[in-house]
C-alpha cells in the first residue's frame, strides 16, 4: 500500500498563492506518475497536473496554465504542487494521487486539502 498525505491549503485572497505538498510513504516503488486532482461543490473532480516518475511529461488542465507548476522530488517522496495567481474559481479541495506502474491508474489518494480563494 500507499500512503498520501497533503499540507497547505488554507485561505489566500485573490491573486495570491499557495504551495501543496504530498508526501508518500509504504510501497513508494510500485508508483509512478502522481498528480493533482481537485472538486469544488456540485462539480466532477478533475486532473489539475500531473507529472511522471522522472519528472517529465507534464500535464496540466488548460484552467491553470501558466499559474500552476507542479514538481517532484524522489529523493522526498515528495510532490509539489506552486498555485499563484489565485482566483475564486480554484477554490475547491485539492487531493493528491499516485498511479500504480503496474495497473496505470490512481489507486492511491491522500484525504485532500481544502483551498479556498476569497475575492
Known amino acids: 500500500q500507499v500512503q498520501l498525505v497533503e499540507s497547505g491549503g488554507g485561505l489566500v485572497q485573490a491573486g495570491g498563492s499557495l504551495r501543496l505538498s504530498c508526501a508518500a510513504s509504504g510501497r513508494t516503488f510500485s508508483i509512478d506518475r502522481m498528480g493533482w486532482f481537485r472538486q469544488s461543490p456540485g462539480k466532477e473532480r478533475e486532473l489539475v497536473a500531473s507529472i511522471e516518475e522522472n519528472g517529465g511529461n507534464i500535464y496540466y488542465t488548460d484552467s491553470v496554465k501558466g499559474r500552476f507548476t507542479i514538481s517532484r522530488d524522489n529523493a522526498k517522496n515528495t510532490v509539489y504542487l506552486q498555485m499563484n495567481s489565485l482566483k475564486p474559481e480554484d477554490t475547491a479541495i485539492y487531493y493528491c494521487?499516485?498511479?500504480?506502474?503496474?495497473?496505470?491508474?490512481?489507486?492511491?489518494w491522500g484525504q485532500g486539502t481544502q483551498v479556498t480563494v476569497s475575492s
Open positions: 494521487a499516485a498511479r500504480n506502474k503496474l495497473l496505470r491508474r490512481y489507486d492511491y
